[in-house]
């Protein structure tokens, strides 16, 4: 990558930026989930090689300007995972350990001049089903038939959105918007990816539309 970034590499490669990558990375990653939906081991590897090829073209940039490389990568990471895992590097309990990842994450953010807010935590960007998932998962204390009962209470309302006659969009939006939740609510759960649920549905409609 530094070859191609050099004054004899490539234009392209040269002129690239993170923010111009960022597109790559989405594609990469979508074309990732679908070699693993696919169960092709071949195309699973050719396409985790792309994935990461967007990790070290963006460090490559940074290491340019001076500011951290591949390496710094690596050993960020490595430093990530050893924290997070007292039990195995540390040697301390495993007993709640999803508690003491929660509290270590939060205090890697403290230590950082983060905020903890979940409105801050949770990536801008991230999938709408994605970022309800996250929120869901606050909200998972919360019995399964209450879930159930949500759902119920909120499907019995959809009928009236069209009959006798459309209601107001705002009403609409309103009621789908808590039936959206509330699924997404159920789905975390079951522990069923409701964003990966969806995508593999709307792919099977796709293939039956098609014939």
Not at 2 to 13: F, I, N
Not at 30 to 43: G, S
Not at 143 to 157: D, P, S
Not at 200 to 210: F, G, N, Q
Request: with cysteine; glycine share 4%.
């Amino acid at each position: 990558m530094a070859t191609l970034r050099s004054p004899t590499g490539c234009p392209w490669d040269q002129k690239q930026t993170p923010e111009t990558l960022k597109p790559f990375i989405l594609e990469e990653a979508y074309e990732l989930l679908e070699a693993i939906d696919n169960k092709d081991t071949t195309e699973i590897c050719d396409e985790l090689g792309d994935l990461l090829l967007q990790v070290v073209f963006i460090a490559q940039i940074f290491s340019e300007q001076n500011k951290f490389g591949l390496a710094e990568v690596a050993h960020s990471i490595s430093k990530k995972l050893r924290c997070r895992h007292p039990h195995v590097f540390a040697g301390e309990s495993a007993d709640n350990h999803a508690q003491i990842w929660e509290e270590i994450k939060q205090q890697e953010r403290l230590d950082r001049g983060k905020s903890n807010k979940l409105q801050d935590r949770i990536p801008v960007n991230l999938p709408a089903l994605k970022k309800a998932t996250k929120v869901a998962k606050k909200l998972s204390q919360e019995k399964q038939t209450t879930h159930i009962a949500n759902l119920q209470q909120r499907v019995a309302k959809l009928s009236d959105l069209v009959e006798p006659s459309p209601t107001d969009r705002e009403h609409s939006e309103m009621v789908l918007g808590e039936v959206l939740f509330n699924t997404v609510q159920l789905c975390h759960f079951l522990e069923i990816d409701a964003e990966d649920l969806l995508r593999r549905k709307t792919i099977k409609a796709m293939k039956e539309i098609d014939g």
